[in-house]
C-alpha cells in the first residue's frame, strides 16, 4: 500500500474535520479541499531569444517534474511584436501526490526563503477560495541553484481549491499552513 503524503494525513486528520466544525458541515465531502496547482511563465523575451523559452520549460521542470505545455498566442497583436500560434507563455497543472508535495515545498521551504517575506495578502485569495501569488524570482525554490541560471524570469502560482467562498478558501489554506497575514 502507498504511503499518504503527510500533508494529506494532515489535511484528512486535522483540517477537514476542523472546517466541519468552524462551517457546522454534516458531509464530508462538502469541506472545501486543493484541487490542483498550476504554474505559469509568461515568455516575453522569448520573441527575441529562443534559448529562454527552453530555458524556462528547463525550469518548470526541475520544479515541479512534469513537462510543461507551451501557450500560444490565440491573435497577432502588432504593439507587442507577437504573432498568432507564437509562443507566449508556458504552464504545468499539478494534481495529486504531486501537488500536496509541491504545497508542502511551497509552505515550508520556499516561501520562507523568500527574501523580506511578511506573509501572504488575504488580496491573493479571490471570491471563489482559490489563491494566485507570483514570485519575480525562482531561485527561491530549493530545485534551482542561482549559478546554473543564464535567465531571470518571473512565476505565477495559482492553487485552486473546491471552496465556492472566499472565507471558506481561506480557512482552508491557513489550516494547510500558508502564512496568510490578518489584514
Known sequence: MEKKHRLMEKYEK???PGLMAEYQ?????????????????GLKQGV???????HAEKILTKITGQ???KTLAKKSISNFKIRQGQV????VTVRGARMYDFIDK??????????????????TIDQHGNM????????????VHAEDTDYAHGLEITIVTSAKEKAKGLSLLRAVGFPINEK
Open 106 to 123: 511551497l509552505v515550508n521551504v520556499t516561501l520562507p526563503r523568500v527574501r523580506d517575506f511578511r506573509g501572504i495578502s488575504p488580496k
Open 132 to 143: 494566485t501569488m507570483g514570485f519575480r524570482e525562482f531561485v527561491a525554490f530549493p530545485e
Open 25 to 41: 458541515l454534516k458531509n464530508r465531502m462538502a469541506v472545501p479541499k486543493l484541487k490542483k496547482v498550476v504554474l505559469n511563465v
Open 14 to 16: 486535522i483540517v477537514a
Open 48 to 54: 527575441k531569444d529562443p534559448k529562454f523559452v527552453d
Open 67 to 69: 513537462k510543461p505545455v
Open 88 to 91: 507566449v507563455g508556458m504552464m
